[in-house]
């Protein structure tokens, strides 16, 4: 699968097989260190359909923002991307995580960039996958939605996975969408996070936005 998933696809595939009502609990903490430190319960059934992918970016120096957004920059990790204006930054004491933003209690993503040992290309996905499902899966209750899929994102080779995750603290349900791209050495991992599980849907197309401002910083 070329382009990254969409997001707004995976909404639009839960409003066809119908969220169950849930109340949800947040994760929005400013010390948030893991990428996966939830626990999880499927959910829906069957599978969500595949969404349609998205047009990759490449690499770029400078653009404007999209009306409402801001722009964030890591030129350690050659990237950037925008998110909106309106959404409150959070501080991690994870030293991995470059960027947390929240818009209230329902909606959130951070991401984290990871110093690898060796590049990782087109080559190396399939050894890279095996990585990636670690993460996902280091919380044995993490139960995937849909089938996790190879993508490209503005320019660059990865995973994208989407499960449900429970607070272990309150026991309560969410969903998250996570994106892992590798840029030469470094891997880049993006979690959006929408609680209730139902808000997914409203969330979807936010997410989508700041999936798809997401570019290459030319070097």
């Given amino acids: 699968m070329t382009g990254a998933a969409s ?34 319960q499927r959910l ?14 490449g690499p770029s120096a400078t653009t404007n923002p999209p009306a409402g957004m801001v722009e964030f920059r890591q030129p350690e990790a050659g990237f950037a991307l925008s998110y909106p204006a309106d959404w409150t930054r959070l501080q991690s004491s994870d030293k991995q995580v470059v960027l ?37 899966k280091s919380n044995k209750s993490v139960k995937l939605l849909a089938q996790p899929k190879q993508i490209e994102l503005g320019g660059l080779p990865g995973y994208f996975y989407f499960y449900s ?39 979807a197309p936010t997410f989508d936005k700041i999936t798809n401002s997401f570019r290459v910083l030319q070097q």
């Fill in 165 to 203: 995750f429970q607070d272990p603290k309150t026991g309560k349900k969410g969903a998250h969408t996570h994106f892992f791209v590798f840029n030469d050495k470094k891997m880049i991992s993006m979690v959006f996070q929408a609680v209730p599980l139902e808000n997914f849907q409203s969330a």
């Fill in 100 to 136: 947390l933003a929240a818009a209230g209690q329902q909606e959130s993503f951070l991401v984290r960039v990871l110093q690898l040992d060796a590049a990782v290309g087109p080559q190396q996905l399939p050894a890279a996958k095996q990585v990636t499902d670690q993460i996902v």
């Fill in 44 to 57: 829906l059934a069957p599978e969500p359909a595949a969404p349609p992918p998205a047009a990759a970016a």
């Fill in 7 to 40: 997001i707004r696809g995976l909404r639009d595939a839960m409003g066809r097989k119908g969220a169950v009502l849930i109340v949800v609990g947040v994760l929005l903490v400013a010390g948030v260190a893991t990428v996966a430190a939830v626990v999880g």
